[in-house]
């Protein structure tokens, strides 16, 4: 076979496989618009519902565009919840940089200066992350009453801190491993201490790591319902609580929900359009097994 003849039929062998990718390149879109649509119908519903009247504001008529549209809604909305989103920035800000932090000190003592033990604490530290919250509640409301914390903020801020220990330990210790030793080694013979060589030396390589546990714990402290429910009240909790009261109320008044959910979820949905694409390479930077 000559050459002239050869490149032909390398050309014919090769459409098959282009046509059978091109099959499934458009399978593949397909179906991430189907997921998209499903994922985007209950944000349409909540949106198209938040602009109707009274009146128009029906379950009869939840997929139809408004009549009108009008802001009466989310006016009753902002006044319902926004002294509880005050509240909330107040909880979950705190709330997430403690834990943060707290995080990081654990995870650099337990990957890069061990002690006798060391594995036992992590194991034991990780059981937190295994035991449902609706099995410590009766008890958790006994202790906090014990101790004389507040309802309300204060004692949302103790509990996510304490429960965020977990996963925020447990993600800085996988990233610090992956940090040389000889650093922690040269920073002992240049004479730092434990704390020294975590301010010097690791602290200033851990934005990726801060940026995922931030992001994490902001985001479960904000929508958290269940510690809200049996820590605070209507006149001192988070924005779930302020949501579920303008959602429960006798006469039903499906604009303003609708309205409260979006405005509810803007702040997670601002964080996460900001930082998404640093949250998902300070996961891999610490995807690192210790």
Same mark, same amino acid.
């Given at each position: 076979?000559?050459?002239?003849?050869?490149? #032909?039929? =390398?050309?014919?062998?090769?459409?098959? !496989?282009?046509?059978?990718? %091109? $099959?499934?390149?458009?399978?593949?879109?397909?179906?991430?618009?189907?997921?998209? /649509?499903? $994922? /985007? /119908?209950?944000?349409?519903?909540?949106?198209?519902?938040?602009?109707? %009247?009274?009146?128009?504001?029906?379950?009869?008529? =939840?997929?139809?565009?408004?009549?009108?549209?009008?802001?009466?809604?989310?006016?009753?909305?902002?006044?319902?919840?926004?002294?509880?989103?005050?509240?909330?920035?107040? *909880? $979950?800000?705190?709330?997430?940089?403690?834990?943060?932090?707290? %995080?990081?000190?654990?995870?650099?003592?337990?990957?890069?200066?061990?002690?006798?033990?060391?594995?036992?604490?992590?194991?034991?530290? /990780?059981?937190? *992350?295994?035991?449902?919250?609706?099995?410590?509640? $009766?008890?958790? &409301?006994?202790?906090? !009453?014990?101790?004389?914390?507040?309802?309300?903020? #204060?004692?949302?801020?103790?509990?996510?801190?304490?429960? !965020?220990?977990?996963?925020?330990?447990?993600?800085?210790?996988?990233?610090?491993?992956?940090?040389?030793?000889?650093?922690?080694? =040269?920073?002992?013979?240049?004479?730092?201490?434990?704390?020294?060589?975590? =301010?010097?030396?690791?602290?200033?390589?851990?934005?990726?790591?801060?940026?995922?546990?931030?992001?994490?714990?902001?985001?479960?402290?904000?929508?958290?319902?269940?510690?809200?429910?049996?820590?605070?009240?209507?006149?001192?909790? #988070? &924005?779930?609580?302020?949501?579920?009261?303008?959602?429960?109320?006798?006469?039903?008044?499906?604009?303003?929900?609708?309205?409260?959910?979006?405005?509810?979820?803007?702040?997670?949905?601002?964080?996460?359009?900001?930082?998404?694409?640093?949250?998902?390479? %300070?996961?891999?930077?610490?995807?690192?097994?210790?």
């Amino acid at each position: 076979m000559t050459t002239t003849e050869a490149i #032909p039929a =390398a050309v014919a062998s090769r459409v098959p !496989g282009q046509r059978s990718r %091109g $099959v499934a390149r458009t399978i593949k879109y397909v179906l991430l618009i189907g997921f998209a /649509l499903v $994922v /985007l /119908l209950p944000a349409y519903v909540l949106f198209v519902t938040s602009f109707k %009247g009274i009146g128009d504001a029906t379950p009869t008529n =939840a997929w139809k565009l408004p009549e009108s549209w009008e802001t009466a809604g989310w006016v009753r909305a902002w006044e319902q919840l926004g002294p509880a989103l005050g509240r909330t920035f107040a *909880m $979950v800000i705190p709330a997430s940089i403690i834990s943060s932090v707290l %995080g990081s000190m654990n995870g650099f003592v337990l990957s890069k200066w061990r002690f006798p033990g060391a594995d036992v604490v992590f194991t034991l530290i /990780l059981f937190g *992350m295994f035991i449902p919250y609706q099995a410590v509640m $009766v008890p958790l &409301v006994q202790l906090m !009453g014990n101790l004389g914390v507040p309802s309300g903020v #204060p004692s949302l801020i103790v509990l996510h801190v304490v429960y !965020g220990l977990p996963i925020t330990t447990l993600i800085f210790r996988n990233y610090y491993a992956g940090v040389p030793v000889e650093l922690v080694e =040269a920073a002992r013979v240049d004479g730092a201490g434990m704390l020294r060589t975590y =301010a010097s030396i690791i602290l200033p390589i851990s934005a990726p790591a801060f940026v995922v546990v931030l992001m994490w714990q902001f985001t479960s402290a904000w929508n958290d319902y269940l510690f809200a429910l049996f820590f605070s009240t209507s006149q001192n909790g #988070p &924005v779930t609580i302020a949501l579920n009261f303008l959602a429960s109320g006798q006469l039903q008044d499906y604009s303003a929900s609708m309205a409260g959910a979006l405005i509810a979820s803007v702040p997670t949905l601002i964080i996460y359009i900001l930082l998404g694409r640093y949250f998902v390479g %300070g996961l891999m930077a610490g995807s690192v097994k210790g």
